[in-house]
T-cell receptor
Framework: AQSVTQLGSHVSVSEGALVLLRCNYSSSVPPYLFWYVQYPNQGLQLLLKYTTGATLVKGINGFEAEFKKSETSFHLTKPSAHMSDAAEYFCAVSGRGTYKYIFGTGTRLKVLA | DSGVTQTPKHLITATGQRVTLRCSPRSGDLSVYWYQQSLDQGLQFLIQYYNGEERAKGNILERFSAQQFPDLHSELNLSSLELGDSALYFC???????????FGPGTRLTVL
């Protein structure tokens, strides 16, 4: 069975500050991990993914995430927040042979001027 | 633009009615997935089709059904609609590697 926990349903940061969105997962098979972003009234856009290989993955818009197996975590970071980063962010897990996604409950990021 | 299209964008209907949501996957993608996004349940996987065959099933109600046609587009049929079925319904598609899903813009269903 697989599950995802996103800590913090709402996160506020100042423009230019570090963004850290937390994701912990549970999986009985080697996980595939994803971060998606959803802007208001839009679909989900892939930010980045981890399947195999390098555990630090870089995505679009300056975001990156690190797969830490020992901590079962896949936290999303960005060094400097921009107003345009305000959106809802979803972490998801799937696994080889079972490609349906299990999503976390989402974290709404607010960027303060 | 993910390349996945969904129609209609918005749908307003009454309780007890039946609706059909349509999805066209990215060119070349054989897998189609359906998800429901609601305030109380979050994003929930409903069902997956691969090249016309049902591959995986999630929290899909018996009142809901789906199919994938030979041209690979998919339809999600929702019947005997209830107020609680009001939600955003997303379609996603993936290629042969299967590991990454690309989402459409969604269909917002409102049941009055």
């Amino acid at each position: 069975a697989q599950s995802v926990t996103q800590l913090g349903s709402h996160v506020s940061v100042s423009e230019g500050a570090l963004v850290l969105l937390r994701c912990n997962y549970s999986s009985s098979v080697p996980p595939y991990l994803f971060w998606y972003v959803q802007y208001p009234n839009q679909g989900l856009q892939l930010l980045l993914k981890y399947t195999t290989g390098a555990t630090l993955v870089k995505g679009i818009n300056g975001f990156e995430a690190e797969f830490k197996k020992s901590e079962t975590s896949f936290h999303l970071t960005k060094p400097s927040a921009h107003m345009s980063d305000a959106a809802e962010y979803f972490c998801a897990v799937s696994g080889r042979g079972t490609y349906k996604y299990i999503f976390g409950t989402g974290t709404r990021l607010k960027v303060l001027a | 633009d993910s390349g996945v299209t969904q129609t209609p964008k918005h749908l307003i209907t009454a309780t007890g009615q039946r609706v059909t949501l349509r999805c066209s996957p990215r060119s070349g993608d054989l897998s189609v997935y359906w998800y429901q996004q609601s305030l109380d349940q979050g994003l929930q996987f409903l069902i997956q089709y691969y090249n016309g065959e049902e591959r995986a099933k999630g929290n899909i109600l018996e009142r809901f059904s789906a199919q994938q046609f030979p041209d690979l587009h998919s339809e999600l049929n929702l019947s005997s609609l209830e107020l609680g079925d009001s939600a955003l319904y997303f379609c996603a598609s993936s290629g042969t590697s299967g590991d990454t899903q690309y989402f459409g813009p969604g269909t917002r269903l409102t049941v009055l």
